[in-house]
Nanobody
Framework: QVRFVESGGGLVQPGGSLRLSCAAS????????IVWYRQFLGKKQREWVA????????YYINSVKGRFTISRDNTANTMYLQMDALKPDDTAIYYC???????WGPGTQVTVSS
């Protein structure tokens, strides 16, 4: 059974940084495409934020390019999202998953506010 557990969220001021972690079990992250998503308050849909393709290439949505960095530790079977220069518009619940998606984890809340 594939499971994800996200952590590292919290309250941060605009311009601050957070590093999200996602521990995976039941799947080897090194052998699949990994994705970070976020879900804004009141929205049903999650939007993808950053991903690493099967070929190992990173991709980002335009609004986070240059501020977020996706990575993974194959030994720990964990993926990360380094978020710098955070903005209030980044406030959301962040989730990790693979492509195609499996069951969702609990997510981790990121709140950017002064």
């Amino acid at each position: 059974q594939v499971r994800f557990v996200e952590s590292g969220g919290g309250l941060v001021q605009p311009g601050g940084s957070l590093r999200l972690s996602c521990a995976a079990s039941g799947v080897m992250l090194s052998q699949t495409s990994i994705v970070w998503y976020r879900q804004f308050l009141g929205k049903k849909q999650r939007e993808w934020v950053a991903r690493i393709s099967l070929e190992g290439e990173p991709y980002y949505i335009n609004s986070v390019k240059g501020r977020f960095t996706i990575s993974r530790d194959n030994t720990a079977n964990t993926m990360y999202l380094q978020m710098d220069a955070l903005k209030p518009d980044d406030t959301a619940i962040y989730y990790c998953n693979i492509a195609p998606n499996r069951a969702w984890g609990p997510g981790t809340q990121v709140t950017v506010s002064s």
